[in-house]
């Protein structure tokens, strides 16, 4: 644990095959490295890594990876491309969080959960491409990302949580997919530039300030089926 962290001279690292585990904040806060080489000998890689890694801007993980921790790259600013090549089941709990260089990404097609703050504050984040794998999308999970225009939610997801896209100021139009039965609170709270939505007949609850500061709406349609309104849903619009 801990072996390498605020090593902040490190600029490269190559993982020998003797390695089989990158333990818990092994490299977290090593602020000058660069190149990472892991090796397809690597079976687990341990919370937090690589977390605050701040110049790092690529990175492959093998496909002997078996086991992969929360916030792997957390705060890893100058972050632009990841590349999985292991069956990774969910985009863990805060793994890209701050990650405000991550432009696009496409999360691969045997991916079911995007958990909480997996993409939360990536600033930069214009494209993202979710699979008809994925059932849910947590709290928080895109909140932040301000570049967002334009995202495209499967029919598979039936859960869209609190704040999910929360502060995606640049998010345009967005299709709820008829697999959902719930928008939650705070949703689409303050997404200024999102100007139609559209709502299934599927949903039967809006909750409160799902809608909050989305003061760019031209229209809204409550479909029949809705037959619960929260609190302050369309505030400030």
């Known amino acids: 644990y801990y072996m390498f962290s605020e090593c902040s001279s490190l600029s490269k690292i190559v993982i020998p095959p003797s390695v089989?585990?990158?333990?818990?904040?092994?490299?977290?806060?090593?602020?000058?490295?660069?190149?990472?080489?892991?090796?397809?000998?690597v079976t687990c890689i341990e919370d937090s890594s690589f977390s605050d890694c701040?110049?790092?801007?690529?990175?492959?993980?093998?496909?002997?990876?078996?086991?992969?921790?929360?916030?792997?790259?957390?705060?890893?600013?100058?972050?632009?491309?990841?590349?999985?090549?292991?069956?990774m089941e969910s985009i863990h709990e805060s793994t890209f969080s701050?990650?405000?260089?991550l432009e696009h990404f496409e999360i691969p097609s045997y991916v079911t959960k995007i958990e909480c703050n997996a993409f939360?504050?990536?600033s930069s984040l214009k494209q993202i491409t979710i699979p008809p794998s994925v059932t849910s999308i947590d709290d928080y999970a895109f909140s932040g990302c301000?570049?967002?225009?334009?995202?495209?939610?499967?029919?598979?997801?039936?859960?869209?949580?609190?704040?999910?896209?929360d502060g995606c100021s640049s998010l345009i139009e967005v299709i709820i997919p008829s697999s959902v039965t719930s928008i939650e609170p705070f949703t689409f709270n303050e997404c200024t530039s999102l100007k139609k939505i559209e709502i299934p007949s599927s949903v039967t609850s809006i909750k409160m300030f799902a809608?909050?500061?989305?003061?760019?709406?031209?229209?809204?349609?409550?479909?029949?089926?809705?037959t619960s309104i929260g609190e302050s849903v369309f505030n400030e619009c």
């Open 20 to 41: 089989t585990s990158i333990k818990e904040s092994a490299f977290s806060g090593c602020s000058s490295l660069k190149d990472i080489t892991i090796s397809p000998f």
């Open 54 to 87: 701040s110049l790092l801007g690529e990175i492959t993980i093998p496909s002997t990876v078996t086991s992969f921790g929360y916030s792997v790259f957390n705060g890893c600013i100058s972050l632009k491309k990841v590349t999985f090549n292991f069956p």
């Open 98 to 101: 701050n990650c405000s260089s």
């Open 120 to 122: 939360i504050g990536c």
């Open 146 to 165: 301000s570049s967002l225009k334009q995202i495209e939610i499967p029919s598979s997801v039936s859960l869209i949580g609190s704040y999910a896209f």
């Open 211 to 226: 809608f909050s500061k989305c003061t760019s709406f031209v229209k809204f349609t409550v479909p029949s089926s809705i």
